[in-house]
């Protein structure tokens, strides 16, 4: 068992699940729609999904030069030697310079915006299900809210939800927030773009739910509920009982947010 275990601390890289959660944000701001989640990053570098989010939360054994190997590989961009030891520079300097061609190599420039806005925070009563209230202006100037940096002044109406439950995981863990943008009723009649978005959806009776959609219906409104945890099979419902729709357009870790008002929000899943 202790030879085990010192195999496991020499093939081991200590401080790369540090390192690896820089090289997602930086992938999320790269390219937001390719790599918004921990699933797209794993499919995009060949590794097991689970395995993946494993590693992020510093489980060992996965914590090897076999995932550096497959984050260089698909991004000859990353610096090996530091993801490998922490020395250096997160990125190599060819694709950094032609990137960033004022700052010194690997630096990354923090990224500036126009402007914030409050997004209110939720409150659910995941139980008692959804309730119209909840669009009520007097109801939601009570809710706690979070900010957000903009490009410009964001058009239509956000919310954001704080995920309960494991039916999502390893993309949303609880705690997590998501930000989310509503999806305006007419514009259910179409395609829903399910492969570039998941969703909040806001259901007449079965409450407030987070949810990957593989299919949609549009003929018979019927759309396919997926969650990313196995063990919850797949359901289908209607849109003709769905209240709201939402795209989660953000997803912050729980434990990193600054909630300006206290209040316990949580979404049934």
């Known amino acids: 068992m202790k030879e085990n275990e010192t195999l496991l601390q020499k093939s081991s890289i200590r401080g790369l699940d540090k390192r690896l959660s820089i090289v997602m944000d930086y992938l999320l701001r790269k390219n937001p729609v390719l790599y918004k989640t921990k699933t797209n990053v794993a499919e995009a570098i060949g590794f097991p999904r689970t395995n993946f989010s494993a590693a992020l939360k510093g489980e060992e054994k996965y914590l090897t030069d076999n995932i550096v190997n497959k984050f260089v590989s698909k991004f000859p961009e990353l610096n090996k030697e530091w993801l490998l030891t922490g020395e250096g520079n997160m990125l190599a300097g060819i694709p950094l310079v032609h990137s960033f061609p004022n700052i010194p190599q690997g630096e990354l420039k923090p990224k500036e915006y126009a402007t914030s806005i409050k997004v209110r925070l939720v409150s659910n009563k995941a139980k008692a299900g959804w309730s119209e209230g909840y669009y009520n202006e007097e109801y939601l100037e009570e809710l706690p809210f979070v900010m957000i940096d903009a490009d410009e002044n964001y058009k239509g109406k956000y919310l954001a939800f704080e995920v309960e439950g494991d039916s999502m995981e390893p993309d949303y863990l609880?705690?997590?927030?998501?930000?989310?943008?509503?999806?305006?009723?007419?514009?259910?009649?179409?395609?829903?773009?399910?492969?570039?978005?998941?969703?909040?959806?806001?259901?007449?009776?079965?409450?407030?739910?987070?949810?990957?959609?593989?299919?949609?219906?549009?003929?018979?409104?019927?759309?396919?509920?997926?969650?990313?945890?196995?063990?919850?099979?797949?359901?289908?419902?209607?849109?003709?009982?769905?209240?709201?729709?939402?795209?989660?357009?953000?997803?912050?870790?729980?434990?990193?947010?600054?909630?300006?008002?206290?209040?316990?929000?949580?979404?049934?899943?």
């Open 174 to 269: 609880e705690g997590d927030i998501v930000i989310c943008r509503e999806i305006q009723r007419h514009l259910w009649s179409s395609k829903l773009h399910f492969r570039d978005w998941d969703f909040v959806i806001a259901h007449s009776t079965n409450g407030i739910m987070l949810k990957e959609i593989t299919a949609h219906n549009i003929e018979t409104g019927d759309i396919t509920c997926h969650s990313l945890n196995p063990k919850y099979e797949d359901f289908v419902l209607n849109l003709h009982q769905v209240a709201h729709l939402y795209n989660v357009v953000e997803v912050r870790a729980g434990i990193e947010q600054k909630i300006l008002c206290r209040n316990n929000s949580k979404i049934n899943r």
